[in-house]
């Protein structure tokens, strides 16, 4: 993976300051250039016991040496990271590999495209809600029934990472892969507000917006909109 030391490096403090907040109690909104801040929060949260993930992406960021031949952004294959695929310097920071368990993960609002993926995680027993399912059965029962999951002893919570190219490019072109049929604003808002009022979830990242493809800054505005919308009705 391009940078890992540095990677590893930066995933260790960043861990260092979520960790702190999540003990206190606190709700921190971490916001990042690419996907691979994940693993300060997952390599955080492992530290202080057993948490789940729901990850709102376009695609799940799963690639890893047993799917792939072309590994070497961490910002796509954060998720593998985190739940032990990969190499060590990154998947096994501080002996606690993995940070995640596999069923300890959700995806929710990947394309409808990502056939092969969607065959993996099937296989993993890794639950996937495509755009296509959130416009069939509703946003707001899937996202509840997701939180609810999670309402279980052997957990101590759940974390949200947001990854803004969910959206439809159409509304957030501010990407670095801009792919079609995403979410429209509405549609994301409404998996998050359950999400986020949830009593067990403990915090999240909004990551991959890219101020310099968005000179005008209305993807940002509409972004920080969907966000405030997500907490103010939640």
Request: aromatic content about 6%; charged content about 25%; proline content about 7%.
């Amino acid at each position: 993976v391009f940078n890992a030391a540095a990677i590893a490096s930066y995933t260790v403090r960043l861990a260092d300051r979520i960790e702190r907040h999540v003990r206190a109690g606190d709700f921190p909104v971490v916001l990042g250039g690419d996907c691979s801040i994940q693993l300060g929060a997952s390599l955080a949260l492992r530290r202080i016991g057993r948490y789940g993930l729901v990850a709102v992406d376009a695609s799940p960021d799963f690639r890893h040496p047993g799917n792939s031949d072309r590994i070497g952004a961490a910002g796509g294959e954060e998720v593998a990271l985190a739940t032990g695929r990969g190499q060590d310097d990154l998947t096994d920071l501080e002996g606690l590999k993995p940070y995640l368990r596999d069923e300890d993960v959700r995806f929710f609002g990947i394309r409808d495209c990502f056939e092969t993926d969607r065959a993996e995680l099937a296989a993993l027993k890794i639950p996937v809600v495509t755009v296509g399912d959130i416009r069939e059965w509703g946003a707001d029962a899937l996202a509840r029934a997701t939180a609810e999951a999670f309402a279980v002893p052997q957990l101590g919570g759940f974390w949200v990472h947001l990854d803004a190219d969910v959206l439809d490019p159409s509304v957030m072109p501010a990407v670095d892969s801009p792919d079609p049929d995403g979410l429209l604003p509405g549609e994301l808002v409404a998996p998050l507000r359950p999400l986020l009022a949830s009593p067990h979830c403990v915090g999240l990242n909004i990551t991959i917006y890219d101020p310099d493809l968005d000179p005008e800054a209305t993807a940002g505005a509409l972004l920080t909109d969907v966000v405030v919308s997500a907490f103010a009705e939640s």
